[in-house]
């Protein structure tokens, strides 16, 4: 179960006023490109200024959107020139990138969050350019919560996120594993796989990222709490599922386990005692002395 705030939490960012996007030749398709593949359909603006020869440079700076102010926060560059062994001019992670370089065609390598942009620039004689791309890039927070419970005092969570569309579909992106950590991702879809421990409990939803719009997505587990009583100083106990696999560990530190429902039994050597976890409820397991 997931619930999707986009009205009510989403919002721009970055905010300008727009400036409207122009393609040029200058930034196009190279046949040498050094094992890279340039990234297709990225927008872009571009302006050139006439200097003096040997004067020549490039700056690059980057939007969320076609409409959005420029990015303020770093961003990584990455210069390399064609046709020279890829040599690299340049390279940093700030807003804005400026950098001298001959004339001649040139790879920029561009680094925001978990987008990643390949794109080819010409820097002709006697100019200088600057360079604005447009990232589509949006940011999701994601959090998940047990149905009627409250977490468990210690419990930790994961979100595994996958592309759900585009070249990178079905490929892992991240593993966040702080609450409602900011991710940077290009606007698409993403499957979201969340799982609660320490347990079994396991969730996953699939949410839209928009580009320059942050939103937060919540995701519900149908589980159930398990608190534990163990004998005093007792070991290890282990807890099995109605199949026989292990799915966790009790011990003195360990004493409250997020379950999905069903029958499972807790085991240390000879001893043993079944129990039934319920969605939404808590439940007390007393393991024999």
């Not at 003195?252 to 240390?268: D, F, W």
């Amino acid at each position: 179960m997931a619930k999707l705030c986009g009205a009510a939490f989403g919002l721009c960012l970055l905010l300008a006023a727009p400036v409207s996007a122009a393609v040029d030749a200058r930034i196009a398709i190279h046949p040498d490109l050094s094992g890279l593949e340039l990234t297709k359909g990225v927008a872009h603006e571009v302006s050139a200024m006439a200097v003096p020869a040997g004067d020549e440079a490039m700056m690059l700076q980057a939007r969320l959107t076609s409409g959005g102010g420029l990015i303020n926060l770093p961003i990584r560059w990455k210069l390399s020139r064609l046709g020279f062994g890829g040599d690299v001019v340049a390279k940093g992670e700030s807003a804005a990138f400026a950098a001298p370089a001959r004339p001649g065609h040139y790879v920029v390598e561009i680094e925001y969050g978990f987008a990643h942009i390949v794109q080819e620039i010409e820097l002709p004689q006697a100019e200088q350019l600057t360079v604005t791309f447009i990232l589509e890039v949006g940011g999701l927070r994601v959090l998940s919560k047990i149905d009627a419970l409250a977490l468990p005092y210690g419990s930790a969570m994961t979100h595994a996120v996958y592309a759900a569309s585009g070249h990178s579909r079905g490929r892992l992106l991240t593993r966040a594993t702080l609450p409602g950590e900011l991710l940077r991702l290009p606007a698409g879809f993403y499957r979201i796989e969340s799982t609660l421990g320490p347990g079994n409990a396991s969730a996953e939803t699939e949410v839209e990222v928009k580009a320059g719009v942050l939103s937060t997505v919540e995701i519900g587990h149908k589980a159930g709490v398990a608190q534990f009583t163990t004998p005093a100083a007792d070991t290890a106990w282990t807890v099995r599922d109605y199949t026989g696999r292990a799915v966790a560990t009790v011990t003195e530190a360990i004493s409250e386990l997020i379950l999905q429902p069903g029958t499972y039994r807790v085991e240390q050597g000879v001893r043993s005692t079944a129990f039934t976890v319920e969605p939404g409820q808590s439940v007390g397991v007393v393991l024999p002395e």
